[in-house]
């Protein structure tokens, strides 16, 4: 399970400017963000961008590092937490990633991350880093839930729980890739439905039914 981890604080004309920088990059991308936009967005003028940043890359790894903090607390305080039976976390996981990629009313903006990792991860040694840690770390913590629920329902089931959670982080990130794509969050959610059920299926349940807290 992931560990608490204190939020950084930042001067408010830093966080302006990094929050813009995170909502402008993960809506566009770095290469179609500038600076301008940047500073526009937060209301902050060019001087005072260059006061905490020397460049849009600073800012981009500003914005990977706290994007990263942001969705490491969302998650610690995610209600499956609290949930005992770590097959219902396992299940709670996927109902949450779910609820927070904005309904069907509104399409995501995606995952930072992934928008860095796709753009950035040859060319910024620094931002393939984080993208990295981001993936290896949300990975880990789902292998301990999945490995705690093989333990707990299907210790003789031959199947490797970190290869399941790294199958899970591809599903999210290549879901939501294509949401944008699609112009709504349909995909995700039909793709997130059939992870579900590939997952019933490595513990036996039958993939057909739902029932118990998290849609076993």
């Known amino acids: 399970m992931l560990k608490q981890s204190p939020r950084t604080e930042l001067p408010e004309t830093k966080r302006k400017l ?18 301008e936009e940047i500073c526009a ?16 890359d600073d800012i981009a790894q500003a914005a990977a590092a706290h994007f990263f903090e942001d969705r490491t607390h969302d998650y610690e ?16 996981r996927l109902d ?11 399409v995501t903006k995606g995952c930072l991350i992934g ?21 290896s770390r949300m990975a880990r913590d789902f292998t301990q839930d999945l490995a705690e ?14 290869a399941v959670a790294q199958l899970y982080i ?20 039909d793709n997130i439905e059939q992870f ?8 036996g349940l039958d993939a057909g039914k739902t029932s118990g807290k998290s849609g076993r």
């Open 96 to 106: 949450y990633v779910k609820e927070t990629t904005g309904g069907k009313a509104h």
């Open 115 to 135: 928008v860095f990792a796709q753009e950035l991860s040859f060319t910024n040694p620094a931002i393939r880093d984080i993208c990295r840690h981001f993936f």
């Open 170 to 189: 591809s599903v999210v990130q290549g879901s939501l890739m294509m949401a944008k794509t699609a112009g709504n969050n349909d995909v995700f959610y």
């Open 41 to 56: 967005d937060a209301g902050v003028t060019k001087g005072g961008f260059f006061h905490y940043f020397k460049s849009k």
């Open 18 to 35: 990094v929050d813009a920088g995170v909502q402008l990059m993960r809506a566009q991308g770095y290469n179609a963000t500038t600076v």
């Open 149 to 162: 629920a093989k333990a707990a329902h299907a210790p003789d089931a031959k199947f490797n729980p970190q």
């Open 196 to 203: 579900r059920s590939h997952v019933k299926c490595l513990f």
């Open 77 to 92: 305080q995610a209600p499956f937490r609290k949930l005992a039976d770590p097959l219902d976390r396992v299940f709670g």
